[in-house]
Every structure is written in structure tokens, then in C-alpha cells.
């Protein structure tokens, strides 16, 4: 089964956020990383060669998820330093509020590139911000 599109700008763009951000990688580790991204964007070049999208709308597309899985990055981050350093627990759920609303932000840019592609699934949640 091949990937779905979605799913593929999806994992470049947490890629793309992987390679920027975390540093302490061997050599080794940065040059999987780097292979990773290109099989993506190979993949991705597939759909848009198949006339599936355009190659502005696939960038689109990755640069919007790209920004919202940064902000869950970065939400995330501030959880774990929570964990390291004294946050109130009011703060810690202030957020995990704004990572669910950032994955709801995910969830609805997958949805309208399977809407607009008519490849792949959208993620169906019951009783989630992201409805």
C-alpha cells in the first residue's frame, strides 16, 4: 500500500522539525534523518507528477503543518520542563489545552489535503477539538 499524501507531508514536516532541532545527533543519525526527508519528498514529487496536486500546493501544505507540529514541539517542550523545573499545575494545563488545540489545527490540514487530493483517510474524533 503506498502512503497516503497527507500522511507524507505530514512525516517530512516532523522531519524537517527533527533535523532543525535536535543537535546532539551522530553523524550517522543526521545523514538518516537527511534520507528520510528526501524519500518523503520523492514520494511526495510521485503525486504531484501524477497531477494528484500541484508542487505549491504540496509546499503549502508542509509549511502549515510544519508550523503547527512546531507548536506542538514546543508546547510539548515546556510540559517537560515543567517536569524539570517548578510550573504550576494550572500552567501544565493551560498546556495540554493549547497541544490539543494545535493537533486539532494537524488534523484539519490532513483532512483538507485528503479532501482537496482524495487520497488517503481523514482522521474521524469523537468529542475532540479537532471536529
Known amino acids: 500500500m503506498r502512503y497516503p499524501i497527507d500522511e507524507l507531508i505530514d512525516k517530512r514536516s516532523i522531519i524537517q522539525l527533527k533535523i532543525e532541532r535536535i543537535g546532539d545527533n551522530s553523524a550517522k543519525e543526521r545523514e538518516n534523518l537527511r534520507r528520510e526527508f528526501q524519500d518523503y519528498t520523492d514520494a511526495i514529487s510521485e503525486y504531484v507528477s501524477e497531477g494528484v496536486c500541484t508542487a505549491e500546493q504540496a509546499e503549502e501544505w508542509h509549511e502549515r503543518l510544519y508550523k503547527a507540529n512546531g507548536t506542538t514541539w514546543d508546547l510539548e517542550t515546556k510540559i517537560r520542563r515543567g517536569q524539570l523545573e517548578e510550573i ?44
Request: proline share 0%; hydrophobic share 40%; no cysteine.
Open 88 to 131: 504550576s499545575l494550572e500552567e501544565v494545563g493551560r498546556t495540554a489545552i493549547a497541544i490539543r488545540e494545535s493537533n486539532g489545527v494537524r488534523v484539519r490540514i490532513k483532512a483538507e489535503i485528503v479532501s482537496a487530493t482524495g487520497i488517503g483517510y481523514k482522521d474521524v474524533k469523537i468529542n475532540h477539538a479537532s471536529e
